[in-house]
């Protein structure tokens, strides 16, 4: 005779299968980090992408005026547009050195303004408001902002209204992200300029460009998302069938039965919100917010959503981003509380060169969970991750790390490490299409043998996930987004917490 759940024998195998959708449910619940690391990345692009739609047209200008240049000086003296050439020039000629000097400047040519301040300097009568002018564009050309900005300011000490250093001065604030005083600097300059002059046109345009780029800067910035989704099995089921004890004829008369996969459709949505505000320098405060979740049709006993922000002090320059902040995160599964935990984090993003960047990042919480038969879950966990970035020509772009999570417990049966990695790729394939396929993978080792399960947990997770958006494809801003992630758990546990899990949704997005 078989027997059903409520006749199992074994006290251990009663309170097992008497709770098996939290057994299997729960792992997936917690906020999880690819979702919350996409959501970050896409909003870092998408302010890089604003502020360059602000300065594309001056950039395009300032391009012009270098070719404008660059034709006209040809007129006066055709070796001087070669960077390599000084043959034609009389370096022994304080004047002549010094009009190819000031031109080569203006064409950004620092190769051959390099070459010919090395023989200006040396005149006694060399103009020190032009040196400090040349130096300022070589060290600017480099990358070298805070030399280039020791050399606008001496040379606006020794003339306060020379509004050409004025100028660079404030761009090269504006490229450390000093944006307090470049904005600063900028409307100083603004309201010295003449009205109504049409000569000083060219520079009032610069101004608002970058008055603009730097106001969006301390503006409010994130994005919303919602539309409809799929999951194949929502409670991470292994829909695994085990016959424990055979009768004397074959027959089981004792089994173990996980449930059936629970399928449904349902609206997902992800949002999030961030500001930072410049104080003084390279310092400021920023804040951060995200929540993402889903809810589900006919099954909102497996509706979740994941809630965290952080406010904080921020460091930001011309290649490092330091930001130090408390951190608090909320969680809901089945429209109620399952924990919240908070913390402190350190994420410092370093941009190596204008191909590559990297982001590390650690922090530590205290998670509470709040149902009461979940309490034995409340402890410490400790997370470190590391993220690079490599920038491909033809608009690919590779992506990939490292990420490694300490969950504490007093009971180590419930404690575990989990260590993984990630890969990924994105490619602009035209204004109207936007590919990302990135892949992680996790193994997760419980610290000590479960006595219930008869054996010490070891799980082994892969997620692929695939999204499509179509940026030009848009109204009101609002464009539409295609993603699927496939999910697979391998765990020694097999029959209980090996599984597969499909998800597909089709979200419109907005971004500001």
Not at 15 to 29: E, K, T
Not at 127 to 137: A, F
Not at 209 to 226: E, H, N, P
Not at 326 to 336: D, L, R, S
Request: hydrophobic share 35%.
């Amino acid at each position: 005779m078989k027997l059903n759940l409520s006749q199992r024998l074994f006290l251990p195998l009663i309170s097992f299968v008497a709770i098996p959708s939290a057994l299997v449910s729960l792992p997936s619940v917690a906020s999880n980090p690819d979702t919350s690391l996409r959501i970050e990345q896409q909003d870092a692009l998408s302010a890089v992408e604003k502020e360059n739609a602000i300065l594309a047209e001056e950039l395009q200008d300032e391009e012009q005026r270098q070719n404008a240049q660059q034709s006209s000086s040809n007129l006066i003296d055709p070796s001087i547009a070669d960077p390599e050439s000084t043959s034609s020039i009389d370096l022994s000629d304080s004047n002549q050195v010094a009009q190819a000097l000031h031109l080569s400047a203006q064409q950004h040519n620092w190769g051959l303004a390099q070459q010919l301040l090395s023989h200006y300097q040396l005149f006694d009568n060399a103009d020190p408001l032009l040196i400090h002018y040349v130096r300022g564009g070589i060290y600017r050309s480099r990358g070298e902002l805070k030399r280039a900005q020791e050399e606008y300011t001496q040379l606006i000490t020794l003339q306060p209204n020379f509004m050409p250093a004025q100028l660079e001065l404030a761009r090269v604030l504006f490229e450390n992200h000093n944006n307090s005083e470049s904005l600063e600097l900028f409307e100083q300059i603004e309201a010295s300029l003449p009205s109504n002059n049409p000569r000083t046109q060219g520079v009032q345009r610069t101004i608002d460009v970058f008055s603009s780029a730097l106001k969006a800067r301390d503006d409010w910035g994130g994005s919303i998302s919602f539309g409809p989704s799929f999951n194949d099995n929502l409670n991470s089921s292994s829909e695994s069938y085990t016959c424990l004890v055979h009768s004397d004829i074959g027959q089981c008369i004792i089994d173990r039965v996980t449930p059936k996969k629970q399928q449904a459709f349902g609206i997902d949505y992800e949002a999030s919100l961030n500001k930072r505000t410049s104080l003084t320098g390279h310092h400021g405060v920023s804040f951060s917010g995200l929540t993402y979740g889903t809810r589900y049709s006919g099954h909102d006993e497996y509706d979740e959503q994941t809630v965290k922000a952080s406010f904080g002090y921020s460091y930001q320059s011309q290649r490092d981003r330091v930001s130090f902040a408390p951190q608090f995160e909320f969680n809901t599964f089945a429209g109620k509380s399952l924990y919240l935990s908070s913390g402190i984090k350190l994420d410092w993003f370093k941009t190596v060169n204008k191909q590559s960047a990297f982001k590390f990042e650690t922090k530590a919480d205290y998670q509470n969970y709040q149902p009461g038969k979940l309490d034995y879950q409340s402890d410490w966990q400790f997370s470190t991750l590391f993220t690079y970035w490599y920038q491909l020509p033809d608009k690919w772009l590779l992506f990939g790390g490292v990420d490694w999570t300490d969950k504490r417990n007093d009971q180590q049966v419930h404690a575990y490490t989990l260590s993984g990695v990630r890969l990924g790729v994105n490619k602009n394939v035209s204004t109207w299409l936007d590919v990302s396929l990135f892949a992680s993978l996790r193994d997760r080792r419980y610290q000590d043998f479960s006595a219930l399960l008869g054996d010490k947990r070891n799980d082994r997770e892969q997620n692929y996930t695939l999204v499509i958006h179509s940026p030009s494809i848009q109204y009101l801003g609002v464009s539409p987004t295609l993603s699927w992630t496939h999910k697979r758990v391998k765990s020694n546990i097999d029959w209980l917490y090996t599984y597969q899990q499909n998800e597909v949704s089709l979200k419109l997005t907005k971004r500001f």
